[in-house]
């Protein structure tokens, strides 16, 4: 595809279950990265690969999140026993090389926990 | 942990009119973007300024870096209902952490 894609767009979980997104990036894109974006608030990073290398998972908000990209393309954001706070919508951008260089979003997943 | 703060937090202005949003920061920035969102969709890149004092055009729409690059500003000529979004300034950390760190974003709406 042209452009980054998230799968699934929306999803709903009870509180307690584990939940798993996936991130397909532009092909040819070295670095991806996972956002959490709060309802009218800007997104906050939580991690970033390059290529199949996690480099920084600094702001994953917790050790029931974990994000992976075993082969340097498609990666998955996992967040276990999910809580209410994890309501959100998790975004996921590529680029093409350096951390800074223009950002490529796709649409995002919309999780609900109830 | 660096903030950016962007005012106003929600703009509505009739079709035609003249409008400028800030993004403020007490740390600098080596370079600093500027993205719309639309509901349901990701964020859209509109432009990279890296200088400081650096002034770019796109179209309606003029962005300016500060001296300083602490600070940036959008200002957008003759609003038309297709502006209507989450504007979001991002910036690239100075110190040798080149994560974006977004701002707290200001909502357009622009009335026909």
């Known amino acids: 595809g042209a452009g980054v894609s998230q799968s699934p767009r929306y999803k709903v979980a009870k509180r307690g279950q584990d939940v798993a997104l996936r991130c397909d990036p532009i092909?040819?894109?070295?670095?991806l990265f996972w956002y959490q974006q709060a309802l009218g608030q800007g997104p906050e990073f939580l991690t970033y690969f390059q290529n199949e290398a996690q480099l920084d998972k600094s702001g994953l908000p917790s050790d029931r999140f974990f994000a992976e990209r075993p082969e340097g393309s498609v990666s998955t954001l996992k967040i276990q026993r999910t809580q209410q706070e994890d309501s959100a919508v998790y975004l996921c951008a590529s680029s093409l090389a350096r951390l800074w260089e223009a950002q490529y979003f796709g649409p995002g997943t919309r999780l609900l926990v109830l | 942990t660096q903030l950016l703060e962007q005012s106003p937090q929600f703009l509505s202005i009739q079709e035609g009119e003249n409008l400028t949003v800030y993004c403020n920061s007490s740390?600098?920035?080596?370079?600093l973007q500027w993205y719309r969102q639309e509901p349901g969709e990701g964020p859209v890149l509109l432009v990279t300024v890296v200088t400081g004092g650096e002034v770019k055009k796109l179209k309606r729409l003029t962005f300016q870096f500060g001296d300083a690059r602490k600070d940036s500003s959008l200002h957008i000529t003759a609003a038309q209902p297709g502006d209507t979004g989450l504007y979001l300034c991002?910036?690239?950390?100075?110190?040798?952490?080149?994560?974006?760190?977004f701002g707290t974003g200001t909502r357009l709406t622009i009335i026909p």
């Open positions: 991002a910036g690239v950390s100075n110190f040798g952490n080149e994560k974006l760190t």
């Open positions: 092909s040819g894109h070295v670095s």
């Open positions: 740390s600098v920035f080596s370079s």
